[in-house]
């Protein structure tokens, strides 16, 4: 990566939140250069597991001190589509 | 007699240690982790709950259990198995096998609830009730028709997604109505566990379908994608008319609609489609939402908050192991 950058990730959790971040994802956020460009994060996940739904997004946000922006779920809808797309419109605004 | 026989092909023992698919060992890990007894969940705690519903709302909520017992026995013992035929490495194979167990633990546990809350003589009749609703079995035939061995490995897929992603849901809403009225809160425990088991099945099944669809021609991809929005509607179909049956006496079927349409759209998301129903008519009562996620932050977009909503920190020790920054 060479501009700052969110990451829209999927979520792998267990019933206990366990797991919730891919090992890709891990591997690609334990280079510092990475991490250093991360601005924030968009999970998706199931609401199937409750408190745990897209929890990928919390944990990253924790890990990495970056705000953690939305969360949909699965492949998202019209609606979440045009969130995320004003939402960083404004984001990207607001770092500038 | 001899050992060694050309005509039988090499019995191959399962080795964890050479994957073809790593979703496989992935999925593995996650239902092993996952698992769980009826036992766990004290049931016994709903009693004084139970008797405070009126009698029709018990028959109701016995009959709803008993339907979701059905689907769950068809899961376990056509459903997963038909499947393991189509498995394309052995892994699958052993993935399924949990996946059949899991929903024999899940028709058990409805029979848990039922010892624990209802007479017998109310539960034989809510059996006898299941066998002659003819929404649920027409819906069940539905579904046992794809299963058949001669049925596409993909159908197969379609309908087992259909009845793990979709069907449940018209008896799911229920517990979760009822809990969100502080009512059988144990019970819905024990079907939000079901729920988070269901999510897994749902998703890699359809994983698998997808792998699969992605070997056919363009023109055979259509043919798949078709009997999976026409399934759909046949089940959307009996699954309007058995909800209507359930629940227009408590004037919850708009409710339960709304539930059911969101949830459609979800199983076609497993497969890898669009979702089917405008989002208008998926709005779910946020009461139900809120049951299916307790003690969860339900401000899920941030964007629209000032910088001091947005979700930093809470603490993560859990996963401390795999970040070595």
Redesign the interface.
Known sequence: MTEPFVLITPTYADGEGRGAVHKQVIVFLNDVANRNLLRGVIASGNRNFGAFFAHAGTIIAAKCDCPCLYKFELAGTETDIARVRQGLDLFWKQQS | MTLHSAVHPVAKAVNWNRLQDDKDL?IW??LT??FWLPEKVPLSNDVQSWASLTPEEQQLTIRVFTGLTLLDTIQNTVGAPALMADAVTPHEEAVLTNIAFMEAVHARSYSSVFSTLCRTAEVDDAFRWSEENEFLQAKSRLILEEYNATSNPLKKKIASVFLESFLFYSGFYLPMHWSSRAKLTNTADLI??I??D??VHG?YIGYKFQRGLELLSETERTEIKDFAFALLFDLYDLETRYTEDLYDPLGLTEDVKHFLHYNA??AL??LGFE?LFP?AI?QVNPAI?AS??????EN?????GS?SS???????A??DE????
């Not at chain 2, 299916?292 to 932050?297: G, I, R, V, Y």
């Not at chain 2, 899920?300 to 629209?304: I, L, P």
Request: proline share 2%; hydrophobic share 30%; glycine share 6%.
């Open positions: 992935e890990n996650r982790s996952n939000r566990l729920i988070r269901e999510a998703y759209n979800k998301q497993n979702g989002e998926c939402m299916l996620s307790p003690n969860a932050d899920h977009d941030f964007f629209s910088g947005y979700v930093i920190g809470k603490a993560v859990t996963e795999d970040w070595d920054f």
